[in-house]
C-alpha cells in the first residue's frame, strides 16, 4: 500500500507557471505507474499525465502536452508535474494517483491510490 500527499498548488497569473509534487510512503514507490488528474469545478475529474515505473515512459492528455512534463525520482518516492504556460481552464484540484496496472493507462479506474488533491488557480 502507498499513501500520496500532493504539494505545490497555489494561485498563478495565466501564462506562468507550477510544479506539483506528489511524495509516496513506503518502499515500493519505484513499482508503481503514477499519474496525475486533475478536476474541475462542475466537472468530471480528468487524466493529466502518467509515468511508467523507470520514468522512461510517459503520457500526456491533449490539453497538457507540449504544456506539462511529468517525471519522478525514485530515490526520494516524489513524482512531479512540471506546467508551464498556464491557462485559466487549468484551474482545478490536481490530484496524484498510483497504479500497480501495466501499460500506463489514463483511465481513472486502473488507478489504485489517490492523494487528497492541490488546487491551483490560474487567473486571468
Known amino acids: 500500500q502507498v499513501q500520496l500527499v500532493e504539494s505545490g498548488g497555489g494561485l498563478v497569473q495565466a501564462g506562468g507557471s507550477l510544479r506539483l509534487s506528489c511524495a509516496a510512503s513506503?518502499?515500493?514507490?519505484?513499482?508503481?505507474?503514477m499519474g496525475w488528474f486533475r478536476q474541475a469545478p462542475g466537472k468530471e475529474r480528468e487524466f493529466v499525465a502518467a509515468i511508467s515505473w523507470s520514468g522512461g515512459t510517459t503520457y500526456y492528455s491533449d490539453s497538457a502536452r507540449g504544456r506539462f512534463t511529468i517525471s519522478r525520482d525514485n530515490a526520494k518516492n516524489t513524482v512531479y508535474l512540471q506546467m508551464n504556460s498556464l491557462k485559466p481552464e487549468d484551474t482545478a484540484v490536481y490530484y496524484c494517483?498510483?497504479?500497480?496496472?501495466?501499460?500506463?493507462?489514463?483511465?481513472?479506474?486502473?488507478?489504485?491510490?489517490w492523494g487528497q488533491g492541490t488546487q491551483v488557480t490560474v487567473s486571468s
Open positions: 513506503g518502499r515500493t514507490f519505484k513499482r508503481y505507474i
Open positions: 494517483a498510483a497504479s500497480t496496472t501495466i501499460p500506463i493507462s489514463p483511465k481513472e479506474h486502473e488507478y489504485d491510490y
